[in-house]
């Protein structure tokens, strides 16, 4: 069955260090790969996107990592502020143009 | 997202109830969607529409019912509310491109 597997434990860091979120995927063929932020009692936002054919892309503290041998995806955020904490979602979208989410990561960031 | 509004933010309802949840974009998207949102689940794709004339079944389409009445307007609906219809649901658009979805702020529905 098709399944998409992020970090299923919530992700606790000191200020400062880097979190690093995990999206594991199987029986999917992506086209892309999407990473969304979401805070309590709002929609998700739109973070970063990475294609099949691409390895890394990074914006400004964030950068993601696409293997599409190892059906993963990592998430990084560098020097990490308690602003960041909030859930994370990896999103797969196919060729038939559908979009398929994680369950997401809760990330708190502690002073 | 003040491009992509919806409408009730939050709604109680009892079973067997007809229900609609509306949604409005000013982004002049052609392409929209309806997810919800459970604990554990994560969002999941109810049903998505690439312009007015084009309707598509998501993943969990069963006892809902979709209407595109204009570019921005997608609305839906429960015909019969159930309680395992309790979620927060989502409406999105996306361009043609589909670089990003951009979400609404979320119907919360609790179906008694």
């Known amino acids: 069955s098709q399944k998409i597997e992020q970090n299923s434990e919530a992700l606790n860091i000191q200020e400062g260090k880097t979190a690093t979120l995990t999206c594991n995927y199987t029986?999917?063929?992506?086209?892309?790969l999407q990473w969304y932020r979401q805070d309590p009692g709002r929609g998700p936002v739109f973070l970063l996107l990475?294609?099949?054919?691409?390895k890394e892309k990074r914006k400004e503290r964030l950068k993601v990592t696409f293997d599409t041998t190892l059906k993963q995806s990592l998430f990084h955020i560098t020097a990490s502020q308690p602003a960041d904490s909030a859930t994370y979602l990896c999103?797969?979208?196919?060729?038939?143009?559908?979009?398929?989410f994680g369950t997401g990561t809760s990330l708190t960031v502690i002073p | 997202d003040a491009d992509v509004t919806q409408t009730p933010r939050n709604r109680i309802t009892k079973t067997g109830k007809r229900i609609m949840l509306e949604c409005s974009q000013t982004?002049?998207?052609?392409?929209m969607y309806w997810y919800r949102q459970d604990p554990g689940l994560g969002l999941r794709l109810i049903y998505y529409?690439?312009?007015?004339?084009?309707?598509n079944k998501g993943e969990i389409s069963d006892g809902y019912s979709v209407s595109r009445q204009a570019q921005a307007k997608f609305s839906l609906s429960l015909e019969s509310a159930i309680p395992n219809q309790t979620a927060l649901y989502f409406c999105?658009?996306?361009?043609?491109?589909?670089?990003?979805?951009?979400f609404g702020p979320g119907t919360r529905l609790l179906v008694l």
């Open positions: 982004k002049g998207h052609d392409r």
């Open positions: 029986n999917y063929s992506p086209a892309y």
């Open positions: 999103a797969l979208e196919t060729a038939g143009n559908q979009f398929y």
């Open positions: 999105a658009t996306s361009d043609e491109f589909q670089e990003t979805q951009y």
């Open positions: 529409s690439f312009d007015v004339k084009d309707i």
């Open positions: 990475i294609r099949e054919n691409e």
